[in-house]
């Protein structure tokens, strides 16, 4: 997955540019990463993390013949946000 992708769907899962502060709290309260997992990962890496984990919990689905992990950019308009998240 490209850090754009990832950007992307978190982005329209979101509404908003992550901080790894909220980044950590998001994994770490909705899909139980435990804190010593994500401790030396960097912003980007958390990204990809937290991308892969809306797919994977249907929180976003992708269009027909679209693939999120291929070398391809995702644009917004690739991206159905099935549930939102807000930040707290």
């Known amino acids: 997955m490209t ?6 769907i978190s982005k329209a899962t979101i509404g908003t ?3 790894r ?3 950590l709290k998001i994994l770490k309260g909705k899909f139980k990463v435990p804190q ?3 401790t030396e990962l960097t912003p ?3 990204i ?3 991308a892969r984990k809306l797919l994977k919990h249907k929180y976003v689905s992708l269009k027909p013949g679209k693939n999120a992990y291929g070398n391809q950019d995702l644009r917004k308009s690739d ?3 099935l549930k939102e998240i807000d930040i707290i």
């Open 79 to 81: 991206i159905n946000v």
């Open 48 to 50: 990809e993390i937290l």
């Open 44 to 46: 980007s890496m958390l």
């Open 3 to 8: 850090r754009k992708t990832a950007v992307a």
């Open 21 to 23: 502060d909220d980044i």
């Open 17 to 19: 540019q992550l901080e």
């Open 36 to 38: 010593r997992n994500l």
